[in-house]
């Protein structure tokens, strides 16, 4: 076809009308005319930009529309057509629109097929390949699926052929699924298989022996995975993801076996994908770990494979202990020297197998520093606390005896395994009352912990040495002090020279609160530290959301508060940055009971946001008129927080605050699908803990269930469980703290 010339009418633009991802659209002429230059290096520079303001982190503006016609020319007119070609399947991909009526981008690219459509036949592979994908995008089947068909049957290229068989089952999953079952023999090439198996996935059609067979026989696949289809990562974990999403036993079993098949190949790369893709399924299905054990110590064939899978089965914990044996060689070796993989070995088992791991770490303390932070909780804080080892509490107090030596986390780490030990650690008091004057935070929080339930000399000793700190101005050990000895005048003295103009107000303000109405003396430093406060940051916000609670808690001034705490939620409407600093905030409003009836409304305008919305339902019950409040719709928030994993645990608090009387036969179900359902509820965060965490609501969901159960929906008994929560937590938010 003709073509008018790629830039014809890129002045005559309106360009400053339009904006991108960062700002003005006035710059996006220049680009353009950059991607038709000779200078190659200009080109790959625009193109980039480009990227950056009308495809910005998978975002389309305005501006994006406006430059589809001039990309579609300048792909058509032959300049650097495969990447102006990727950039535009981009922008028909994306769902992220930016102040635009929804398909506006796609819309604008499929306008341009006249002009894509005759590149599925050029002449560089790439280019077809590149061509079929961005054209599938476009959504529009009745144009683009006819041109795709006739492609599919004169394509030759592997790379290019598995690209269009993808583009026709992205348009049509059917038709799809019915050409991929043509090609799944062996003797068809491995991209073109590979394309077939997802075919066959997209279209949910069943998992049959031989897509098992085909897909062991692609095996190591990292080299087929498709540059353009980011969704899809990794080969197999795509294939195992794809299939655990279903939510059916059938096909989570097919996928556990694919993955024992690969972890169990006698190749290196292939169990190092099945590794990969079995790290993937536990962070995904709950029923993975206990299936996968076997097959992940299986997989540990040599000291690497060993090292590989010791991040995964440490995740795992106390479910891989049969891994104990495969751990426990490695992380015993060198023990008086840097080893590197015995320190991860040690790590992993430390969080599967504790008690075999104790007399090992004893023995290397001062030489592994993974496994001593594993031992604390640091990789996971809901790691049990170590079995108590006498051998293991000599080698602390040999590390803590020169408490000038240690660096890093390790002051935090050795008084951490202490402080979980409580008064078995006695012995080790002089040790850490000797650290105090070198890591007085961390020494003193284990002093008060071992010293609590100790013997009388034990907690004397500790408390003299707590007291001479706390008069030096230690805060910690001020704190220490009045939690064993009862004596505020030192954390008085402290508290006041750090609401004077101490770095952390927060903390000092949280500290306030422990002494009620002890800290009376201290409000006014309180209030004047509300108009230091640093605007609208997060900080700010939450250094004033901890100075109202601490204002509560020692006037019972809840007036005062309320006060706070409504500017605090204004601040916070205002950004999107903030959603915790809300949360923070509806948890203290919660404390204050009816009082804080004034917070209502704003609390309310909380509950579109699945993140903020289970503190505002918390303290909504707390602090409004209970006839003012539709609980099953409360309800529905909650659960609609926790099943999208905004905020899962305080979904938990939501529910139980509201009892069972809020909760309709659905919602029963739903909270039953959070304890027992399959699929892990918890799915973001730092790596090392999800699963945890989600063990953790499993648990309290299960918990929940059950109290529910036992009432039924819609029970308003009393004596029900959860409805016996919830009245119990609404009479402790109305008990005057100060006194």
Same mark, same amino acid.
């Given at each position: 076809?003709?073509?008018?010339?790629?830039?014809?009418?890129?002045?005559?633009?309106?360009?400053?009308?339009?904006?991108?991802?960062?700002?003005?659209?006035?710059?996006?002429?220049?680009?353009?005319?950059?991607?038709?230059?000779?200078?190659?290096?200009?080109?790959?520079?625009?193109?980039?930009?480009?990227?950056?303001?009308?495809?910005?982190?998978?975002?389309?503006?305005?501006?994006?529309?406006?430059?589809?016609?001039?990309?579609?020319?300048?792909?058509?007119?032959?300049?650097?057509?495969?990447?102006?070609?990727?950039?535009?399947?981009?922008?028909?991909?994306?769902?992220?629109?930016?102040?635009?009526?929804?398909?506006?981008?796609?819309?604008?690219?499929?306008?341009?097929?006249?002009?894509?459509?005759?590149?599925?036949?050029?002449?560089?592979?790439?280019?077809?390949?590149?061509?079929?994908?961005?054209?599938?995008?476009?959504?529009?089947?009745?144009?683009?699926?006819?041109?795709?068909?006739?492609?599919?049957?004169?394509?030759?290229?592997?790379?290019?052929?598995?690209?269009?068989?993808?583009?026709?089952?992205?348009?049509?999953?059917?038709?799809?699924?019915?050409?991929?079952?043509?090609?799944?023999?062996?003797?068809?090439?491995?991209?073109?298989?590979?394309?077939?198996?997802?075919?066959?996935?997209?279209?949910?059609?069943?998992?049959?022996?031989?897509?098992?067979?085909?897909?062991?026989?692609?095996?190591?696949?990292?080299?087929?995975?498709?540059?353009?289809?980011?969704?899809?990562?990794?080969?197999?974990?795509?294939?195992?993801?794809?299939?655990?999403?279903?939510?059916?036993?059938?096909?989570?079993?097919?996928?556990?076996?694919?993955?024992?098949?690969?972890?169990?190949?006698?190749?290196?790369?292939?169990?190092?994908?099945?590794?990969?893709?079995?790290?993937?399924?536990?962070?995904?299905?709950?029923?993975?770990?206990?299936?996968?054990?076997?097959?992940?110590?299986?997989?540990?064939?040599?000291?690497?494979?060993?090292?590989?899978?010791?991040?995964?089965?440490?995740?795992?914990?106390?479910?891989?202990?049969?891994?104990?044996?495969?751990?426990?060689?490695?992380?015993?070796?060198?023990?008086?020297?840097?080893?590197?993989?015995?320190?991860?070995?040690?790590?992993?088992?430390?969080?599967?197998?504790?008690?075999?791991?104790?007399?090992?770490?004893?023995?290397?303390?001062?030489?592994?520093?993974?496994?001593?932070?594993?031992?604390?909780?640091?990789?996971?804080?809901?790691?049990?606390?170590?079995?108590?080892?006498?051998?293991?509490?000599?080698?602390?107090?040999?590390?803590?005896?020169?408490?000038?030596?240690?660096?890093?986390?390790?002051?935090?780490?050795?008084?951490?395994?202490?402080?979980?030990?409580?008064?078995?650690?006695?012995?080790?008091?002089?040790?850490?009352?000797?650290?105090?004057?070198?890591?007085?935070?961390?020494?003193?929080?284990?002093?008060?912990?071992?010293?609590?339930?100790?013997?009388?000399?034990?907690?004397?000793?500790?408390?003299?040495?707590?007291?001479?700190?706390?008069?030096?101005?230690?805060?910690?050990?001020?704190?220490?002090?009045?939690?064993?000895?009862?004596?505020?005048?030192?954390?008085?003295?402290?508290?006041?020279?750090?609401?004077?103009?101490?770095?952390?107000?927060?903390? +000092? *303000?949280?500290?306030?609160? @422990? $002494? =009620?109405?002890? &800290?009376?003396? %201290? !409000?006014?430093?309180?209030?004047? /530290? #509300?108009?230091?406060?640093?605007?609208?940051?997060?900080?700010?916000?939450?250094?004033?959301?901890?100075?109202?609670?601490?204002?509560?808690?020692?006037?019972?001034?809840?007036?005062?508060?309320?006060?706070?705490?409504?500017?605090?939620?204004?601040?916070?409407?205002?950004?999107?940055?903030?959603?915790?600093?809300?949360?923070? +905030? *509806?948890?203290?409003?919660? @404390? $204050? =009971?009816?009082? &804080?009836?004034? %917070? !209502?409304?704003?609390?309310?305008? /909380? #509950?579109?946001?699945?993140?903020?919305?289970?503190?505002?339902?918390?303290?909504?019950?707390?602090?409004?008129?209970?006839?003012?409040?539709?609980?099953?719709?409360?309800?529905?928030?909650?659960?609609?927080?926790?099943?999208?994993?905004?905020?899962?645990?305080?979904?938990?608090?939501?529910?139980?605050?509201?009892?069972?009387? +809020?909760?309709?036969?659905?919602? @029963?179900?739903?909270?039953?699908?959070?304890?027992?359902?399959?699929?892990?509820?918890?799915?973001?965060?730092?790596?090392?803990?999800?699963?945890?965490?989600?063990?953790?609501?499993?648990?309290?969901?299960?918990?929940?269930?059950?109290?529910?159960?036992?009432?039924?929906?819609?029970?308003?008994?009393?004596?029900?469980?959860?409805?016996?929560?919830?009245?119990?937590?609404?009479?402790?938010?109305?008990?005057?703290?100060?006194?």
């Amino acid at each position: 076809m003709d073509l008018v010339h790629p830039l014809a009418g890129l002045d005559a633009h309106p360009w400053h009308s339009f904006t991108h991802a960062y700002g003005s659209a006035e710059d996006v002429p220049d680009l353009l005319r950059a991607l038709t230059a000779t200078d190659g290096d200009a080109a790959h520079e625009a193109l980039s930009e480009l990227y950056g303001c009308v495809l910005h982190q998978g975002t389309v503006y305005a501006a994006s529309a406006e430059a589809v016609p001039f990309l579609a020319r300048i792909a058509a007119a032959g300049h650097h057509t495969a990447d102006v070609l990727e950039l535009l399947g981009g922008m028909a991909e994306s769902e992220d629109e930016h102040g635009l009526v929804p398909g506006t981008v796609r819309a604008a690219v499929a306008r341009e097929l006249p002009l894509l459509i005759p590149l599925l036949a050029a002449a560089e592979p790439d280019v077809r390949r590149t061509s079929a994908w961005a054209i599938s995008h476009t959504r529009a089947t009745e144009a683009a699926l006819p041109a795709l068909r006739v492609r599919w049957e004169a394509e030759y290229e592997p790379a290019a052929r598995a690209e269009v068989l993808g583009a026709v089952a992205r348009l049509d999953p059917r038709a799809g699924a019915a050409v991929a079952a043509t090609v799944l023999d062996p003797s068809r090439p491995a991209q073109v298989r590979m394309a077939a198996v997802f075919a066959r996935l997209d279209a949910d059609a069943p998992w049959t022996d031989t897509l098992h067979v085909t897909m062991m026989s692609l095996l190591p696949a990292d080299a087929l995975r498709s540059g353009l289809d980011l969704r899809r990562g990794e080969p197999l974990a795509a294939v195992v993801e794809a299939l655990l999403g279903r939510g059916r036993r059938p096909e989570r079993e097919a996928a556990f076996v694919l993955l024992d098949a690969a972890l169990r190949d006698g190749r290196a790369e292939v169990r190092a994908e099945g590794l990969w893709a079995a790290d993937r399924a536990c962070m995904l299905s709950r029923s993975a770990p206990p299936r996968l054990v076997p097959s992940l110590c299986a997989a540990a064939v040599d000291e690497k494979s060993v090292i590989d899978t010791s991040s995964l089965l440490g995740r795992l914990g106390s479910v891989a202990a049969p891994a104990a044996d495969v751990l426990a060689p490695l992380a015993g070796r060198n023990p008086h020297e840097d080893d590197d993989h015995a320190d991860r070995a040690l790590a992993a088992l430390v969080l599967v197998a504790p008690a075999r791991a104790v007399p090992l770490l004893a023995a290397s303390l001062g030489w592994r520093p993974r496994a001593l932070d594993a031992a604390t909780g640091r990789r996971n804080p809901a790691a049990r606390v170590l079995p108590f080892d006498g051998d293991l509490l000599d080698a602390v107090r040999g590390r803590l005896c020169r408490p000038e030596a240690l660096n890093g986390n390790e002051p935090s780490q050795l008084t951490g395994l202490l402080a979980g030990w409580g008064a078995d650690a006695a012995p080790a008091l002089p040790e850490l009352c000797a650290a105090l004057p070198h890591h007085p935070s961390q020494a003193a929080r284990a002093i008060a912990s071992v010293a609590e339930a100790g013997a009388l000399p034990d907690r004397t000793r500790a408390i003299n040495s707590l007291r001479a700190a706390a008069e030096q101005g230690v805060l910690h050990a001020a704190k220490a002090l009045y939690t064993l000895a009862d004596e505020p005048a030192p954390l008085l003295s402290c508290l006041e020279r750090e609401l004077r103009g101490g770095r952390d107000l927060a903390g +000092a *303000a949280a500290a306030v609160g @422990l $002494l =009620g109405s002890r &800290g009376a003396t %201290l !409000a006014p430093l309180l209030r004047e /530290a #509300l108009s230091g406060s640093d605007g609208d940051t997060t900080p700010g916000l939450d250094a004033d959301t901890a100075l109202a609670e601490a204002l509560w808690r020692v006037t019972a001034d809840a007036a005062a508060a309320v006060a706070v705490l409504d500017s605090v939620l204004a601040r916070a409407e205002r950004s999107p940055w903030s959603r915790w600093s809300v949360v923070r +905030a *509806a948890r203290v409003a919660a @404390l $204050l =009971g009816p009082a &804080g009836r004034p %917070l !209502a409304a704003r609390l309310e305008a /909380a #509950l579109g946001d699945p993140v903020r919305a289970p503190a505002a339902v918390v303290a909504l019950t707390a602090v409004a008129d209970p006839a003012s409040l539709d609980r099953t719709a409360l309800a529905e928030v909650a659960l609609r927080s926790a099943e999208q994993d905004a905020d899962p645990s305080g979904a938990c608090d939501a529910l139980e605050a509201l009892g069972s009387s +809020a909760l309709t036969t659905d919602h @029963l179900r739903r909270v039953a699908a959070l304890a027992d359902g399959d699929t892990r509820i918890v799915r973001s965060g730092v790596e090392d803990r999800i699963i945890h965490q989600d063990e953790a609501l499993r648990i309290r969901a299960r918990r929940l269930a059950l109290a529910f159960d036992a009432c039924g929906a819609g029970a308003t008994d009393g004596r029900c469980p959860g409805r016996q929560s919830a009245v119990v937590g609404q009479q402790l938010t109305q008990v005057t703290p100060a006194t």
